[in-house]
């Protein structure tokens, strides 16, 4: 429910959202650099591109998110006065013309977003490789004065839309001297744009962080993963499954990282000679420790050392012949495509939708064909025959069995993928440094992990991850169950004794599991006493704590720190790993469980929306989590094609409310949308509750249509872990560690105890941009705003103006997201 606050606040929350407003306005100017230098720090205009008729069309196998792109192209063209044509089944829409390339209008791109595959219909086309269809092309587009493209598809799609470009002239000179065109046709259509986007659930094209569609395939092959886990474990199987990818082992490589998989092949990185025993032995090895299952990942491209296919029937009989499992095969296959996409492909797509007509606006003759691709949280545009080469050269590095240059090529993320997968796989609690029990470790030093705030999805990832690293470098693991309760009170749940070592076993599967297994509370430690907390901390000899939580978890890390000079059991390395659904804690843009939740809230929405189809119009007002952080609001939002999301960063007033209102009725009256949707975060406003809306767009809108309210509450911290919330939290746990090792090997002293009060021990680990970075909590202090619990600076507020451009609601100007970027670009940073 929304949280009510009284008058004496109002001034401090109007003067705070004025102050989130001004740094909005200040963010980094790299983030509207247009790819014209000249037009650096200018916002576009309604209106811009009157006169300009824009062709978008799919191609190539299809993908999830592709709707959610060709909306953002059709409804950003509209906003800049643009005429937008969809060419429907790809080239070959675009060499038969007629109806196969119709203009686009706004209410048609409606209600797409949850669609899986591609409205519009992609088909492989062997006319447009000859010069003759290529004409044929050329002379449909120009008969509709089409003159800019969208192109949507993978490499082979995008590196012929170039070609097609190079060869517009030639074309048309053709054309006109075969009486096909007229002079007149000839000098309109004098060249041709061409913009692409990377449609991909393979995710293997060079220049991009995310294809479009790879997001929503792992989620895929991790249902998939986690329904088998069931049945395996129950019988004592093994199961070996055949994922997608063509000739790239990410969807393997990742869904390994993310299911806990006992193996993964892949293309690029090829098992040893006689990896048969090898597997063999590790697969042995986890039945001896009580593992019931093993899953096993096999990538449809996977090859040997010398090139050899290696196949899922391959490895079955290995298993079976060798070990005598009980072994089954499933071959997940186009499953992987279908379903709806994924809140990260919706709104990966819509971005890069709205940013492919700005880059088309932009463009002149001279300007090379270029991709819209994401760098880290960032929109950017990269030449295009640049990632083409460089995604041929990969696969060139693997043909010539040069595997180690075919990873490079791949880039950090996927180096990071591999090199954690093969750290976690790899690792076994050292005999010689533990007791049988895998728990007690002879180098005396304890390290601590406990869990602060509410329950986010990931945070089970990245205790798992902390403590089978931790072991295998010789420290012990103290769980502190139930947070500071459980560390000051004991048991309140039941444990026999809730500060206890977590041995190997203890977490194995946990990165499935929602919530939190080591039980959590929403409260700081200044609530329970710094010196209570010290005394025990030092009771248990911990050296070291990992802290995972939301905005609590940082604040009680501060206050530790800040605490140092009273107690010295403060006087230890600790760090904090992000975790709430609120995505609310300073230094990182991204936090564990955020994702899980947009994935949450995007699903309910749909099935809100559907519940309206066929009956009668309605408008839904739904409530989402936050506190004062309206990122769920706004994210799920675009995600969900929402008309409207009011958040506390932004004022919400009646004259927008009024607007709103006239916009649902223009939509639902003239465009024949029969539904509507209002997302409100939690404390968006005290006085525009969300009961309150609903009795406003009810009385506004009789006649029209009917308003409902829905408050979603804790069904948002529910549901199962999704991808990227298992790996983030697999690979932020693994660096936390090593991080806090080098601190403890810096300042441990001769008697053992280790001591260190500098800043740099007491840090916060979050996502800035594309890496990984420890930031002091105290240097944090000064960007946030405690009052409200949020950073002063959240780079997704520049999101908000495209948010309500794609549902129709004219904005003053909008300013670019996209800056112009090389390939190259993509391998300075340690992405994950």
């Known amino acids: 429910m929304a949280m009510q606050t009284g008058t004496s606040n109002d001034v401090q929350l109007r003067t705070n959202s004025q102050l989130i407003r001004s740094n909005r306005d200040s963010l980094d100017r790299k983030d509207s650099i247009m790819t014209d230098p000249g037009r650096e720090g200018q916002e576009l205009e309604g209106g811009s591109g009157i006169g300009r008729a824009i062709g978008v069309f799919t191609s190539g196998g299809d993908s999830q998110g592709m709707n959610s792109s060709v909306r953002a192209v059709v409804r950003m063209g509209s906003y800049l006065g643009c005429k937008v044509f969809y060419i429907k089944e790809g080239y070959q829409g675009m060499v038969d013309g007629g109806d196969n390339i119709v203009e686009a209008t706004w209410a048609s791109s409606s209600g797409i977003m949850q669609r899986g595959g591609t409205v519009i219909g992609s088909a492989r086309c062997k006319e447009f490789r000859e010069r003759e269809g290529r004409l044929r092309a050329a002379e449909n587009l120009v008969i509709k004065n089409i003159t800019n493209l969208v192109v949507i598809g993978g490499d082979g799609s995008l590196t012929g839309a170039n070609l097609f470009r190079q060869e517009w002239a030639g ?13 007149q046709q000839r000098k309109e259509c004098s060249h041709l744009n061409i913009v692409g986007l990377v449609g991909s659930i393979d995710n293997d094209f060079c220049g991009t962080d995310m294809t479009i569609g790879a997001d929503t395939a792992l989620h895929r092959i991790v249902e998939a993963v986690d329904c088998i886990a069931t049945t395996a474990s129950s019988h004592q199987r093994c199961f070996v499954m055949e994922v997608m990818g063509r000739h790239c082992g990410y969807l393997a490589l990742v869904g390994a990282l993310a299911t806990e998989a006992d193996w993964v092949f892949i293309p690029e990185w090829p098992p040893e000679d006689g990896w048969e025993d090898t597997l063999c032995r590790k697969l042995a090895n986890e039945r001896s420790m009580g593992q019931r299952l093993n899953i096993i990942l096999v990538a449809e491209g996977a090859v040997d050392r010398k090139g050899n296919p290696i196949t899922a029937d391959m490895v079955k009989k290995v298993v079976t012949d060798k070990l005598k499992y009980d072994t089954r095969v499933t071959v997940l296959g186009h499953v992987q495509r279908g379903g709806k996409p994924t809140a990260f492909d919706r709104i990966l797509g819509s971005r890069m939708g709205a940013e492919a007509v700005l880059a088309l606006m932009d463009a002149t003759p001279n300007t090379p064909a270029c991709v819209c691709s994401l760098d880290g949280n960032q929109t950017v545009r990269v030449p295009l025959m640049e990632c083409v080469e460089r995604t041929q050269a990969v696969q060139k590095a693997m043909s010539e069995n040069n595997f180690e240059e075919a990873v490079r090529l791949r880039g950090k993320s996927f180096q990071n993928n591999l090199l954690t997968y093969r750290m976690l796989t790899k690792l076994r609690p050292p005999k010689d440094k533990c007791d049988p029990s895998g728990t007690s470790c002879s180098t005396g030093i304890k390290l601590g992990v406990m869990s602060i705030g509410a329950p986010a999805c990931g945070s089970n990832a990245a205790v798992r991850s902390f403590v089978r690293v931790a072991l295998t470098k010789g420290y012990e693991v103290l769980g502190l169950h139930d947070s500071f309760d459980g560390l000051i009170f004991g048991s309140t749940t039941g444990l026999i004794d809730p500060v206890k070592p977590m041995s190997w076993t203890d977490v194995q599967g946990w990165s499935g599991h929602g919530g939190s297994l080591l039980g959590t509370k929403k409260c700081v430690g200044s609530r329970y006493g710094m010196q209570k907390i010290a005394e025990k901390l030092k009771e248990h000899n911990i050296s070291g704590l990992l802290i995972i939580g939301g905005f609590e978890a940082y604040h009680s890390a501060l206050e530790m720190a800040e605490a140092r000079k009273e107690f010295d059991a403060f006087c230890i390395p600790m760090v904090v790993i992000p975790c709430t659904i609120s995505n609310n804690v300073p230094g990182t843009d991204f936090s564990l469980g955020a994702d ?29 989590m936050g506190g004062y952080c309206g990122y769920l609001a706004t994210m799920s939002g675009l995600a969900g094609g929402a008309d409207a999301a009011y958040i506390f960063e932004e004022d919400v007033n009646i004259t927008m409310l009024r607007d709103d209102v006239f916009h649902l009725k223009d939509k639902i009256v003239n465009m024949g949308v029969q539904r509507g949707l209002i997302l409100r975060n939690e404390n968006a406003n005290s006085n525009y509750t969300t009961d309150f809306i609903e009795h406003l767009f009810s009385e506004e809108g009789k006649g029209v249509f009917t308003c409902r309210k829905n408050v979603l509450g804790h069904m948002q911290q529910g549901g199962m872990p999704s991808p990227f919330d298992r790996n983030f939290g697999t690979k932020m746990a693994a660096k936390a560690l090593q991080y806090m090792s080098d601190q403890i090997q ?34 944090l202090k000064k960007t946030t705003d405690f009052t409200h619990r949020i950073p002063k600076d959240q780079w997704w507020l520049k999101l908000r103006p495209l948010l309500r451009i794609l549902t129709k609601h004219k904005e003053k100007a909008y300013t670019p997201e996209g800056i112009f970027a090389g390939v190259d670009d993509f391998e300075d940073e340690d992405n994950i």
Not at 171 to 183: A, F, N, V, W, Y
Request: some cysteine; charged content about 30%; proline content about 3%.
């Open 746 to 779: 810096q300042s441990v002293e001769s008697s053992g105890k280790v001591y260190r009060n500098d800043p740099a021990s007491a840090v916060l680990l979050g996502m800035q941009r594309r890496h990984l970075s420890f930031t002091p909590v105290e240097e």
């Open 171 to 183: 074309l048309l000179d053709e054309l006109l001297e075969k009486g096909r065109i007229s002079q």
């Open 596 to 624: 899980t939740a947009l994935n949450e809230i995007t699903d309910i929405c749909d099935r809100i929306k559907q519940s309206a189809t066929g009956t009668k119009r309605r408008v839904f007002v739904v409530e989402t």
